[in-house]
């Protein structure tokens, strides 16, 4: 029996909502990421990204003042613009924040805060809703792409979500939404990365129908049926893990109430952020939200300018993200957290003649936190002489060159897995000063040999200790993704040379006979270091099988696939080609005999395949092999 498809389609899978706003498709492609294939680091797996969205579109130039082209903005917008002796100047510059955000003025003196000026995009969108999905999805003004920039990372960073997740390694959501929904900057590929968590949250959540372990049966219903069981089972398994990360946080601050007139109260939201955090939550990415932006009138007082709504919602803001800074420094959690805020668009130039502005272009992005590249990235934008209705900011800075930035300069992703990711190369923006460079080594020497049948002796030694505090044995399946499996107290001499050894003991075989190793030294001051990572073979366990693919990376797509191991006389093998975002590209399904070649194009039509990453999945029965192919 043999079925060979070839598939060339030019959107993404559809998807239908689940639980706690999980998504599942027909097909679910699972990437297993070979680190060593691209020599690429892995990606940070302490740092978190809080991501503040600023719903309805943001005034830049009445929040990030230019006084050097007052006269002209006078001429332009002189029913709303705010004194120039009220701006809050920003050092010896030319530029000052609105009155309101004192707190966020703070933070730039104190190193804490970086502007990037006029942030937008080739070709931008006036609509609410289209330009929201572009920022989130990380695409352009001309294609539609049904993923977000994080959703994709985290689906990236973390292989095999969400079939194999949660996990010793990963055991939290991969990113939590404040409020009551999901949107598409958490979706990935064809599966959404996030799970919710109400804005009123107090510790306790509403968990799903009990699990139910009872057999289903071996029909296409049955498998459906067992599927939504697991994910049910998954959900409220994160559940749990959140209202125990409450349970052991707490906050050093109190929280600003919002001003009169503004109902989102983001300071609550980070207030619950912060407080996970502390309480040892693993999630990478948090996302919350605040609204009202969309500033078509009376978007001052008219007694006084410095007043009204666009200064309540700047002051909820500044004040929001000043006390959750405030609260993860006193922490000591500060080094760990990157903010970043951004709104669907900017406003016009020109206000109108309802004291409002109308949708725009460019504006300002802020970054916040202790590794920012602090200060003002850019120059204050030129306003035209006579402004009319239809000016808007000019753009000085893509985006997507900010979102490369946080992928290259936070998260550690080298240059091509980040292009991969966003589907957009180019350069980073250069605004993190965080260290993606591998750590000092104290170690005269570190090894991993067999011991067994079934153990692992590891071994290592250092040359001085004088703040070491212990050392992490962690082992991993595909060289990515890592799980401690012990711990060893250093002994903390500061000079002398010293030995250390741990025994791991009934290795896993049944799950790959390639396992790879790493220490992770921490010193007293909260600091770690990574050692170099070394690798065990066993013989492959019955019914194990491997999938290689080569050339890879590929110069034109036309690669081989060959499988070894254990492969059942009597049973179908079903080879499945995936792009990054998910789309099948070619499927094939037959009885395969171990050394078979199997030759695949990733192309389909003769032709070279597009630069990037693609996925190979092999399925035999129940078990399954997956490996990462790139053509450059």
């Keep these: 029996m043999k079925r060979r498809d070839f598939l060339k389609v030019s959107a993404p899978f559809a998807a239908v909502p689940f639980f706690s706003g999980r998504l599942f498709a027909a097909s679910m492609p699972v990437s297993l990421l070979d680190a060593a294939l691209m020599n690429a680091m892995p990606p940070q797996?302490?740092?978190?990204?809080?991501?503040?969205?600023?719903?309805?579109?943001?005034?830049?130039?009445?929040?990030?003042?230019?006084?050097?082209?007052?006269?002209?903005?006078?001429v332009a917008r002189a029913n709303i613009l705010i004194p120039d002796t009220a701006a809050l100047r920003l050092g010896n510059s030319q530029t000052g924040l609105h009155p309101s955000m004192t707190g966020m003025r703070d933070l730039f003196n104190q190193s804490k805060l970086s502007i990037i000026q006029s942030v937008s995009y080739a070709n931008p969108n006036f609509s609410h809703f289209r330009a929201t999905d572009i920022w989130m999805s990380g695409s352009n003004s001309t294609s539609v792409v049904n993923s977000g920039w994080i959703g994709r990372f985290l689906q990236f960073a973390y292989p095999g979500f969400p079939d194999q997740y949660p996990n010793a390694n990963m055991p939290d959501p991969l990113s939590i939404a404040i409020g009551s929904s999901l949107d598409l900057l958490l979706q990935g590929y064809v599966v959404s990365t996030g799970q919710t968590v109400p804005t009123n949250f107090s510790g306790s959540l509403t968990s799903l129908l009990p699990y139910r372990n009872t057999t289903v049966p071996n029909t296409n219903a049955g498998i459906e049926a067992a599927f939504l069981r697991n994910q049910q089972q998954y959900t409220n398994q994160y559940g749990t893990n959140i209202i125990n990360a409450w349970n052991a946080g707490s906050n050093s601050i109190t929280y600003p109430t919002p001003p009169q007139g503004v109902g989102n109260n983001l300071a609550q939201q980070?207030?619950?952020?912060?407080?996970?955090?502390?309480?040892?939550?693993?999630?990478?990415?948090?996302?919350?939200?605040?609204?009202?932006?969309?500033?078509?009138?009376?978007?001052?007082?008219?007694n006084n300018k410095t007043l009204g709504v666009h200064a309540n919602l700047l002051r909820e803001l500044s004040d929001a993200v000043t006390a959750f800074q405030t609260d993860l420094q006193a922490m000591g959690l500060a080094d760990r957290v990157l903010g970043m805020t951004f709104s669907e668009f900017g406003r016009r130039i020109k206000s109108n003649a309802s004291s409002g502005t109308d949708h725009g272009t460019s504006y300002p992005m802020f970054l916040f936190g202790n590794k920012v590249r602090a200060g003002i990235i850019g120059t204050n934008p030129v306003i035209p002489a006579n402004a009319g209705v239809n000016d808007n900011v000019a753009m000085q800075y893509d985006f997507h060159s900010v979102y490369l930035s946080i992928l290259k300069e936070w998260f550690c992703l080298t240059d091509a897995d980040a292009n991969a990711v966003l589907g957009f190369g180019g350069a980073p923006l250069s605004a993190i000063n965080a260290d993606c460079s591998a750590l000092p080594d104290i170690m005269t020497f570190f090894s991993a040999e067999k011991a067994n049948k079934q153990d692992v002796h590891v071994t290592w030694g250092t040359a001085g200790e004088d703040n070491v505090s212990n050392f992490e044995v962690q082992r991993s399946l595909d060289g990515v993704r890592f799980t401690t499996v012990g711990t060893v107290q250093a002994k903390g001499?500061?000079?002398?040379?010293?030995?250390?050894?741990?025994?791991?003991?009934?290795?896993?075989?049944?799950?790959?006979?390639?396992f790879y190793y790493r220490l992770k030294t921490h010193d007293r001051d909260g600091a770690f270091m990574l050692s170099e990572i070394r690798s065990v073979t066993f013989e492959a366990a019955d019914g194990a099988f491997t999938a290689t693919v080569s050339p890879n990376p590929s110069a034109d797509g036309r690669i081989q696939l060959s499988l070894s191991g254990h492969l059942d006389e009597d049973t179908l093998t079903e080879i499945a080609v995936t792009d990054l975002y998910g789309r099948l590209l070619y499927q094939q399904e037959e009885i395969l005999t171990t050394g078979t070649l199997i030759p695949i194009d990733l192309a389909g039509d003769g032709g070279a395949a597009a630069t990037g990453i693609y996925f190979v999945t092999v399925r035999h029965g129940a078990r399954k092999a997956v490996q990462k192919v790139v053509v450059r």
Excluded: C, M
């Excluded at 001499?493 to 390639?514: C, M, S, T």
């Design 270 to 302: 980070l207030r619950i952020v912060a407080r996970l955090i502390k309480g040892g939550l693993k999630t990478r990415v948090y996302w919350v939200r605040t609204g009202g932006f969309d500033t078509h009138a009376n978007q001052v007082d008219a």
């Design 45 to 74: 797996d302490d740092r978190i990204l809080v991501i503040v969205q600023v719903n309805g579109g943001n005034d830049g130039l009445n929040t990030v003042l230019p006084l050097d082209q007052y006269a002209k903005l006078a």
């Design 493 to 514: 001499h500061a000079h002398d040379p010293e030995r250390y050894e741990f025994l791991d003991e009934q290795v896993p075989l049944q799950k790959g006979n390639v």
